[in-house]
């Protein structure tokens, strides 16, 4: 059985996007990216909303040819990977290995996982919200950027319980932390 994962960049107050919805701060380097990619190297399937998929789709054209190899790595562990992206709004989706579900059907994710042999990533805060609240999600990943944003989208939903154990930290050369945490039941 594979596991949920909710993993996310945020700042140091908890925020994925700032008040003007921008996340320029949360760039990885080099380190960081080489990180990122190691963790997405055991998941199957993605999970997205609609606007995390717009932000992430770029992935699916991008010419990478001459970027960083951290970069060409991460394209093409994005474009291997299915994606289930959950939308009333989006018309259709552009991108491989992507079907458009227009409910997020809790008892088809638990079968989704139940069925699995790779782990799934719920990307988004907005989809991540309904999946910690529904107790689907089983581990939640986060990479603290030494920045406080003061406002903006938060990483985790207003008023959460949740008993969390620590499974793994590190610390990178530039500030950043990640953390990772099971699930372990609510509040």
Same mark, same amino acid.
């Given at each position: 059985?594979?596991? &949920?994962?909710?993993?996310?960049? $945020?700042?140091?107050?908890?925020?994925?996007?700032?008040?003007?919805?921008? +996340?320029?701060?949360?760039? =990885?380097?080099?380190?960081?990216?080489? +990180?990122?990619?190691?963790? /997405?190297?055991?998941?199957?399937?993605?999970?997205?909303?609609?606007?995390?998929?717009?932000?992430? #789709?770029?992935?699916? @054209?991008?010419?990478?040819?001459?970027?960083?190899?951290?970069?060409?790595?991460?394209? /093409?562990?994005?474009?291997?990977?299915?994606?289930?992206?959950?939308? $009333?709004?989006? =018309?259709?989706? @552009?991108?491989?290995?992507? #079907?458009?579900?227009?409910? +997020?059907?809790?008892?088809?994710?638990?079968? &989704?996982? /139940?069925?699995?042999?790779?782990?799934?990533?719920?990307?988004? =805060?907005?989809?991540?919200? $309904?999946? *910690?609240?529904?107790?689907?999600?089983?581990?939640?990943? /986060?990479?603290?950027? =030494?920045?406080?944003?003061?406002?903006? $989208?938060?990483?985790?939903?207003?008023?959460?319980? &949740?008993?969390?154990?620590? *499974?793994?930290?590190?610390?990178?050369?530039?500030?950043?932390?990640?953390?990772?945490?099971?699930?372990?039941?609510?509040?």
């Amino acid at each position: 059985m594979a596991r &949920l994962i909710y993993a996310g960049i $945020t700042s140091l107050d908890g925020y994925v996007a700032d008040a003007d919805g921008s +996340f320029a701060w949360a760039m =990885p380097d080099a380190e960081v990216h080489a +990180f990122v990619n190691d963790t /997405q190297r055991g998941i199957g399937t993605h999970l997205y909303g609609r606007r995390m998929y717009e932000v992430l #789709s770029a992935w699916e @054209t991008m010419d990478v040819v001459d970027e960083p190899a951290v970069m060409q790595d991460y394209a /093409q562990l994005w474009r291997a990977a299915d994606k289930i992206v959950y939308s $009333t709004t989006l =018309p259709d989706v @552009t991108t491989s290995r992507t #079907s458009l579900m227009r409910v +997020f059907d809790v008892d088809a994710v638990r079968k &989704l996982k /139940q069925d699995s042999d790779l782990d799934l990533l719920v990307g988004g =805060p907005g989809l991540a919200a $309904t999946a *910690v609240r529904e107790g689907l999600v089983d581990e939640i990943r /986060q990479l603290l950027v =030494p920045v406080i944003v003061g406002g903006g $989208t938060p990483f985790l939903p207003a008023a959460l319980k &949740l008993t969390l154990e620590l *499974v793994d930290e590190r610390r990178f050369a530039h500030g950043t932390v990640a953390l990772a945490y099971a699930v372990r039941g609510d509040g």
